[in-house]
């Protein structure tokens, strides 16, 4: 397949990152055909008779070229390339539904950010476990500082895209080029996959600093600190450190700390004045990945015997009540360290 051959795309899932990104594939390619699945109907209708997403992108108009389908098959046959875009809870069967129906030797682009509970796997772990082996060479990973609306408003945006194989990640890359978007390409799929899913728990915390009205320099401390945190556990998980030091790491952990675009900070800032997370969670229209991936990144670093002690403190406020004053105490109170020790 040439580069230039992408005709038909399948998006799987319509919230606000998989619309921006149909979004931008069909603007960019306007001779491809774009399907994308929700499981919502009224999402369906929207997009085929408005042109436009008014739950999760509101106000952005969509291509002619995008078809909104209820069907996941139908976002799936007969495609030159998949995006999946839905929530890390849902790959695992989503994948299960299609897998017997997916064409061979096409670019399959996940582009969430997660965690799996129970398993404690990866998104791309879970698709390796799920897939095929012949698919496994072309699966790749779409990450980095982005926010699903910017994206959309065509604003300076740089991703990076990862694949264990360089020549597939080359040939889907120009998918996600345009004259406001640079796509990198990494080897590196466990520090791009570790640092887009670890960076949504240290962004709760973030939140919580803000809510706390702790100032510049705890926030500035947490964000470090914790990007120490992703570092060990992404480390630990084979990947290269310096991978952490870019747009997969410490790029989409500044923006998610600092962004008020960001759900996993709104969630955290809540927290941080005081309301409980059911009632936080009931509020929101769309997924905080940092909620459910708190609690598989703090089963994995105690499996791995991984110190992560932002990380833990998130679990705990989340899932056993510990109130975020007692969090902040207790961090602050941890033996005094050297720096790197445990890199």
Excluded at 5 to 17: C, E, H, I, P, T
Excluded at 32 to 43: F, L, N, P, Q, R
Excluded at 165 to 176: G, N, S, V
Excluded at 177 to 194: C, L, M, N, P, W
Aim: charged fraction near 20%; proline fraction near 4%.
């Amino acid at each position: 397949m040439k580069q230039h051959d992408f005709r038909r795309v399948g998006v799987l899932g319509a919230g606000s990152w998989g619309t921006s990104l149909a979004r931008l594939v069909a603007q960019r390619n306007p001779e491809t055909e774009v399907t994308i699945w929700s499981y919502e109907e009224d999402i369906v209708e929207q997009i085929n008779q408005t042109r436009e997403n008014q739950k999760y992108l509101k106000g952005l108009r969509l291509s002619e070229n995008i078809r909104a389908v209820g069907n996941p098959l139908e976002a799936v046959v007969d495609q030159d390339a998949i995006l999946q875009v839905t929530p890390s809870h849902g790959v695992r069967s989503l994948m299960n539904e299609i897998k017997d129906h997916l064409p061979d030797q096409i670019p399959i682009i996940s582009a969430t950010k997660g965690i799996e509970n129970d398993t404690l796997m990866t998104v791309s772990e879970v698709l390796e476990d799920v897939l095929p082996e012949i698919y496994h060479p072309y699966l790749l990973f779409l990450s980095g500082p982005s926010f699903a609306l910017e994206v959309a408003q065509e604003v300076p945006t740089v991703l990076i895209l990862a694949a264990r194989m360089e020549r597939i990640a080359q040939r889907t890359q120009p998918l996600f080029q345009a004259d406001f978007i640079r796509t990198y390409i990494s080897k590196d799929v466990e520090g791009v996959e570790i640092g887009g899913a670890t960076k949504n728990v240290i962004a709760i915390a973030a939140g919580a600093v803000e809510g706390m009205q702790l100032g510049h320099n705890a926030m500035a401390a947490l964000v470090t600190r914790g990007l120490s945190e992703i570092t060990r556990l992404a480390v630990h998980k084979g990947a290269n450190p310096l991978t952490l030091a870019g747009v997969a790491g410490m790029g989409d952990l500044v923006l998610t700390c600092y962004g008020n675009l960001s759900r996993n900070r709104s969630v955290g800032y809540h927290l941080g004045k005081g309301k409980k997370i059911n009632e936080i969670l009931s509020d929101m229209v769309m997924v905080a990945e940092g909620v459910k991936t708190a609690a598989s990144v703090y089963e994995l670093s105690q499996k791995l015997r991984v110190e992560m002690p932002i990380c833990e403190s998130v679990y705990k406020v989340l899932y056993e009540d510990l109130s975020p004053q007692e969090a902040l105490s207790s961090l602050l109170s941890r033996p005094h360290l050297q720096e790197w020790r445990m890199l």
